[in-house]
C-alpha cells in the first residue's frame, strides 16, 4: 500500500488510471475514511464504521507492507465519494521456488455505480499488479453468484473454498 499521496488533480501523472471520463482508480488514501470507505465495504459484508484512529492505524500496518498489499479504490470524479475498492495481497510460499501468490480480496463496487465496467478495470488493475510482483497465480473466493464477474476477468473456477469463521 503507497503513502498518503496528491490530491485528485495529480493523479493521473502518479500512475492512477482514469476509468472513463467519471472515475479515478488508484492507491488507498487517508482521506478516503470520510469519502465513503467504510459504507463501500459494508456493502460487501457487515463492517461497522471505524473510528478514524483505528482506520490510520491501520492504513499504516498495510503501509508497511509495502508492495505486498495495495487497496485500490475508485473515486467518482463529480462528487468525490468512492465508488468501489479492492485489494490484493502478496504471499510469500516455499512452494514453486519461493514463490508468490496474489490474494484478491475485498472487491465491491457500490449498488448506484454497478453495470459500467468498473469492477472489472479495477480487479484487472490488482491482478497486473500481482503480475508486476512476480505472482505466479492470483487467488480469490467468491460467492456463486459472482463466478461470471470473474470468469470475465479471466479466472476460472478451482478446487473449493472451505472456511472456519471465529
Known amino acids: ?42 456493502q460487501l459484508s457487515l463492517s461497522p464504521p471505524l473510528s478514524e484512529e483505528a482506520f490510520r492505524a491501520r492504513f499504516a500496518e498495510l503501509a508497511a507492507l509495502g508492495a505486498d498489499h495495495l487497496v485500490l479504490v475508485a473515486e467518482e470524479v463529480a462528487t468525490g465519494r468512492l465508488a468501489a475498492a479492492g485489494a490484493v495481497m502478496v504471499e510469500r510460499k516455499f512452494i514453486r521456488r519461493c514463490g508468490l501468490v496474489g490474494h484478491l480480496e475485498d472487491v465491491v463496487v457500490d449498488a448506484a455505480a454497478r453495470g459500467r465496467g468498473l469492477g472489472e478495470r479495477l480487479v484487472r488493475r490488482l491482478v497486473e499488479h500481482a503480475r508486476g510482483r512476480g505472482c505466479y497465480k492470483v487467488i480469490l473466493n467468491c460467492t456463486t453468484e459472482l463466478k461470471g464477474f470473474y470468469a470475465k476477468c479471466g479466472f476460472e473456477e478451482k478446487n473449493v473454498q472451505m472456511g472456519l469463521y471465529f
Open 1 to 42: 500500500m503507497e503513502q498518503p499521496h496528491a490530491p485528485v488533480a495529480a493523479e493521473a501523472s502518479a500512475g492512477a488510471e482514469v476509468a472513463g471520463d467519471a472515475y479515478i482508480i488508484r492507491p488507498l488514501d487517508l482521506a478516503d475514511l470520510s469519502k465513503g470507505f467504510c459504507e463501500l465495504l459494508a
